[in-house]
């Protein structure tokens, strides 16, 4: 069970041994499997190879030339549907090796450095007192970090957490906490302030290619009024349709579901799962049954993903979110966090095209070669 490209199989095996989980994934989930065909015209073989063709250090090709053809000619497509909160993704592992998806990681990590490193030469959230402005009640001090208005605000309520450190990909686990409980300090403020701004909202863009017009780490705080933020209600809603339908709980369902497929992790009360139906590359779906702010538990398990991201595999921009209950928490869902790798830095084409907008998601990572890694890790 090592692939996103068995769960024709693995959801049958449901069937036999696990019939609760097999109704359950299919109370969710459908999906179909399918070998789609092209031909390889002669007059491409050579371009074929050198694109597909595995090489060894002296450039000998390694791969026989037919599994290379064959690979291309009938490639194996998983489209899974999400029938409560309507995402769907679309798999297809040869994507993961077509022509400029194979990373160069020194590189990667040389041009990354340098974009750092030339950064901090007058970075304003270096010096977030002096360069950046404060909100009408003052700012919240943490040890690692400190909170700024966002200048141009995306919403009424609409701040940043500077971190002090200027690189994002360097953080303990000391440093991690601390901005997450700035930003619920934030929350309460403001709370405070108004209590019609009761609906919070998390979201880090780590480096450019996720969003983020600062190198400089730091993480976007807001709080809005009537309801959630558009996605957030969405699952909200998923959330309360499925419970009035069902009387289960659906984010209970769907970790239940990505148990029982092997993609889950748990933690305590802290419980995880590479979702089958990712918004992008590597998402990882952690539902806290409280604050991040008030449970050491969550706040580790945040620093262990994010860790492993980058530091094994090779994550350099990520979105990280945290979708909150409201602040009276009078609506019943959990903490959800989420997080997803942008690509990175070096490529010039967007990981995000009509398709993700428009359509559906389109991904190139195996949930199962996550999850492994991240079990290892953790
Ligand atoms: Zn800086």
């Known amino acids: 069970m090592d692939s996103i490209f068995e769960l024709e199989y693995n959801v049958n095996d449901l069937k036999k041994v696990d019939e609760k989980s097999y109704k359950l994934f299919n109370r969710i989930y459908s999906f179909y499997s399918e070998v789609g065909t092209l031909k390889i015209v002669p007059s491409m073989k ?97 040890k690692y970090s400190i909170t700024a208005a966002n200048i141009a605000k995306y919403d009424v309520w609409s701040s940043l957490v500077i971190f002090k450190k200027h690189n994002p990909l360097e953080f303990n686990l000391k440093e991690l906490s601390d901005y997450l409980d700035t930003a619920f300090k934030w929350f309460d403020m403001v709370f405070n302030e108004d209590e019609n701004y009761k609906f919070p909202f998390f979201v880090w863009n780590c480096l450019p290619r996720a969003g983020a017009s600062q190198v400089h780490g730091h993480a976007q705080i807001l709080m809005t009024r009537d309801r959630s933020y558009a996605r ?37 009360n802290v419980r995880l799962f590479a979702s089958i139906t990712p918004i992008k590359e590597k998402e990882i779906i952690i539902i806290s049954p409280g604050s991040p702010s008030k ?82 890790y953790l």
């Open 295 to 376: 449970m050491d538990q969550t706040k580790k398990v945040i620093f262990n993903i994010l860790r492993c991201f980058i530091d094994v595999l090779g994550v350099q921009n990520f979105n990280m979110s945290i979708s909150c209950p409201s602040m009276n928490e009078d609506d019943d869902i959990p903490y959800i966090i989420q997080m997803v790798d942008r690509g990175d830095i070096s490529k010039s084409t967007a990981d995000i095209g009509g398709m993700e907008l428009y359509g559906s998601t389109v991904v190139a990572d195996d949930p199962y070669k996550v999850i492994k890694k991240l079990r290892e």
């Open 232 to 268: 957030v209600e969405s699952l909200k809603r998923t959330s309360h349709e499925y419970k009035k339908e069902t009387k289960e709980e659906y984010f209970n369902d769907l970790y239940m579901i990505h148990k029982s497929l092997g993609l889950s992790h748990k933690s305590g």
């Open 46 to 142: 050579p371009l074929v190879l050198s694109y597909f063709g595995e090489r060894d250090d002296s450039g000998q090709l390694t791969s026989k030339v037919e599994d290379v053809f064959e690979n291309l000619e009938k490639q194996r497509i998983i489209n899974i549907f999400n029938e409560r909160s309507g995402q769907g993704t679309l798999y297809n592992s040869l994507r993961s090796n077509r022509p400029g998806m194979n990373r160069d990681l020194s590189e990667e990590i040389i041009k990354l450095q340098y974009l750092i490193r030339n950064s901090e030469k007058n970075c304003d959230f270096c010096s977030p007192e002096e360069n950046t402005p404060e909100d009408v009640f003052g700012r919240v001090r943490g």
